[in-house]
C-alpha cells in the first residue's frame, strides 16, 4: 500500500521499533527517527535507513504526523516541544494510560494509537493478531489513525481515554504479570537445575484454554481446590524465599476468594 | 495398541477424567471406576462404559494396576484400604507433590505418574504434548509406568519425589497463577463492560515468547521499565479493590527485584 504521509517516530524503544518497522513495510515514509539517547535513535534509523535527530529542535518540521512512543513520564515534558512549529500536524502517542487531553493544551490535531500487544526488540511482531484502540481530536484525525492502524492490523477498535486506561490495567495482569509468573516459575526451576522447557506444553495450554473457557472456569490447581496440604507444603519449600512466599499466599488466597 | 493389563481408577476428578479416557482409547482395559461421589463415579464410568463403586470395600481384588488420582489430603488416608487384599498389584498416584513413599508402608510394588498438565473436565486434553514425570519401586515397576505414560505421550521423564515436589510447585506459578492473571484481568474488563476477547492475542503472544526467550527477557510493562507514574495511576483505580491492590504492588515489587 502506497501513500504519501510522512510520518516521524519520536522514540526509538520496543514500541517505536515495531511499529516503525511495521509501517515503513506497509508503506508509510518514515523520515525521521528522534531519541535522546543517541545509541537508540541510530539503532532504530539504521534498520529503516533513514535519518536520526538526538535533539527536538532539529526534528523536520514538515511531516504529517508526528509518531510519539516515550515513558508516560517523558510524555507530558516532550510535548509543548514537539508540537511547536510543526502545529499543522497529527500528533500522535501509543501510551495505555495517558488521556487523549494530554495533547489539547497545545495541538490542535491529535489522537491516540493503542497497540495492545508485548513488545520485545528481540521478537519480531505479527501485526495482524493485535489489537488497535484509536481515539482522535477530530472525525478527520481519526480517519487518518484508523488508516494507519488498519495498514497494519484489520483489529481497529475506537475507545475513550478512560476505556484504554482499563484496557492497559487489564493488559499488565494478563500479560506483564502472567510473564512474572513464567519468570518466578523458571527461577525456581533454574535453583533445582531442572530445566524451564518442561513447562512450555502447561504454559501453552493454559493460554489455549481460555480461549474456549473463561478463566475463573479453567481455574485448576491446590488453591482452587483448597487443598491446604498441598499449599502449605509449597509455602514451606519457600521459607527462604520471602518475597516468593508473599506472592504464593496472597495469589491463593485471591483465587479461593474469586472462586468461593 | 492392545495389551492385557486392567486398571482400576480410584478418583473420577479433572485427571481420573482425562487420564482413564486417554488410557482407554491408547488399549488399556479400564476394569472399574470408585469414587465416593456418587455422581462423579456414575459420570466417568458411563462415559467410559464400565462399571462403578462407590465403596472400597467393593473395588475388584484381580486388577494389575491401581491408579489413585484423589486429594493430596484423602490420598493418605485412603492406601491402606486400596491395598488391603490387592497386595500383588501396581498403586500409582499422580499427585505431584506425595512423595512415592507414602505407598511404602503398606504396599510392596507402587510407583508415581505425574502428568504436568492442566485438566478442566470441560475440555479435551492433547496427551501428545504432556510431559510426564514416573518414579517406581522397583526396575519392573518403572518399565510399567513407563509404557503406561509413552501408550499416552513421547515426552516421558523420570524425576524424584524431590524433583516433581519442585516441578509441581512451578506448575502452580506458569499454570494456575498465570491463569489467575487472566481471570483478574477478565474481572476488571467486566466491570467496566469491556470484552475480555481482546486480551486473547496479548495472551497468546505473552506464552508463544517464552519458547525463544526466558520469561525474565522477556518481561515488559510499567514495572520493569519502573514508571512509577503507570504504576501510581493503575494503584489509584484499584483503589476499592484492596486484594488487587496488594496483588498490584507486590507483583510489581517482584518484577523489579527480579529485573535489577
Same mark, same amino acid.
Given at each position: 500500500?502506497?501513500?504519501?504521509?510522512?510520518?516521524?517516530?519520536?522514540?526509538?524503544?520496543?514500541?517505536?521499533?515495531?511499529?516503525?518497522?511495521?509501517?515503513?513495510?506497509?508503506?508509510?515514509? *518514515?523520515?525521521?527517527?528522534?531519541? +535522546?539517547?543517541?545509541?537508540?535513535?541510530?539503532?532504530?534509523?539504521?534498520? #529503516?535507513?533513514?535519518?536520526?535527530?538526538?535533539?527536538?529542535?532539529?526534528?523536520?518540521?514538515?511531516?504529517? *504526523?508526528? #509518531?510519539?512512543?516515550?515513558?508516560?513520564?517523558?510524555?507530558?515534558?516532550?510535548?509543548?516541544?514537539?508540537?511547536?512549529?510543526?502545529?499543522?500536524?497529527?500528533?500522535?502517542?501509543?501510551?495505555?494510560?495517558?488521556?487523549?487531553?494530554?495533547?489539547?493544551?497545545?495541538? +490542535?490535531?491529535?489522537?491516540?494509537?493503542?497497540?495492545?500487544?508485548?513488545?520485545?526488540?528481540?521478537?519480531?511482531?505479527?501485526?495482524?493478531?493485535?489489537?488497535?484502540?484509536?481515539?482522535?481530536?477530530?472525525?478527520?484525525?481519526?480517519?487518518?489513525?484508523?488508516?494507519?492502524?488498519?495498514?497494519?492490523?484489520?483489529?481497529?477498535?475506537?475507545?475513550?481515554? %478512560?476505556?484504554?486506561?482499563?484496557?492497559?490495567?487489564?493488559?499488565?495482569?494478563?500479560?506483564?504479570?502472567?510473564?512474572?509468573?513464567?519468570?518466578?516459575?523458571?527461577?525456581?526451576?533454574?535453583?533445582?537445575?531442572?530445566?524451564?522447557?518442561?513447562?512450555?506444553?502447561?504454559?501453552?495450554?493454559?493460554? +489455549?484454554?481460555?480461549?474456549?473457557?473463561?478463566?475463573?472456569?479453567?481455574?485448576?490447581?491446590? %488453591?482452587?481446590?483448597?487443598?491446604?496440604?498441598?499449599?502449605?507444603?509449597?509455602?514451606?519449600?519457600? %521459607?527462604?524465599?520471602?518475597?516468593?512466599?508473599? *506472592?504464593?499466599?496472597?495469589?491463593?488466597?485471591? *483465587?479461593?476468594?474469586?472462586?468461593?
Amino acid at each position: 500500500m502506497a501513500n504519501n504521509k510522512r510520518v516521524v517516530l519520536i522514540g526509538a524503544g520496543n514500541v517505536a521499533t515495531h511499529l516503525g518497522i511495521g509501517l515503513q513495510k506497509a508503506g508509510w515514509e *518514515i523520515a525521521q527517527v528522534y531519541s +535522546r539517547t543517541s545509541a537508540s535513535a541510530s539503532d532504530l534509523a539504521s534498520r #529503516l535507513e533513514v535519518p536520526f535527530v538526538t535533539s527536538i529542535k532539529d526534528v523536520c518540521t514538515d511531516a504529517d *504526523i508526528y #509518531l510519539v512512543m516515550v515513558k508516560d513520564a517523558a510524555l507530558q515534558e516532550l510535548i509543548p516541544s514537539v508540537v511547536k512549529s510543526r502545529e499543522k500536524a497529527l500528533f500522535v502517542h501509543t501510551a495505555g494510560s495517558m488521556p487523549m487531553d494530554v495533547w489539547k493544551d497545545n495541538a +490542535r490535531r491529535y489522537g491516540v494509537l493503542y497497540p495492545m500487544q508485548t513488545f520485545s526488540k528481540q521478537r519480531a511482531v505479527d501485526f495482524a493478531s493485535v489489537s488497535f484502540f484509536v481515539e482522535a481530536s477530530g472525525a478527520e484525525e481519526l480517519s487518518m489513525l484508523k488508516s494507519l492502524a488498519l495498514s497494519l492490523s484489520p483489529k481497529v477498535y475506537e475507545a475513550t481515554s %478512560a476505556q484504554r486506561t482499563y484496557l492497559h490495567m487489564a493488559a499488565v495482569f494478563a500479560c506483564n504479570f502472567a510473564n512474572h509468573m513464567y519468570a518466578l516459575s523458571a527461577y525456581l526451576l533454574e535453583k533445582q537445575g531442572l530445566p524451564f522447557d518442561a513447562m512450555l506444553p502447561l504454559i501453552d495450554e493454559t493460554a +489455549r484454554k481460555v480461549h474456549t473457557l473463561r478463566p475463573v472456569e479453567a481455574q485448576t490447581g491446590p %488453591a482452587v481446590r483448597e487443598d491446604a496440604n498441598v499449599m502449605n507444603k509449597h509455602l514451606d519449600m519457600l %521459607a527462604d524465599e520471602p518475597e516468593l512466599k508473599n *506472592i504464593y499466599e496472597m495469589i491463593s488466597k485471591s *483465587i479461593i476468594t474469586q472462586n468461593s
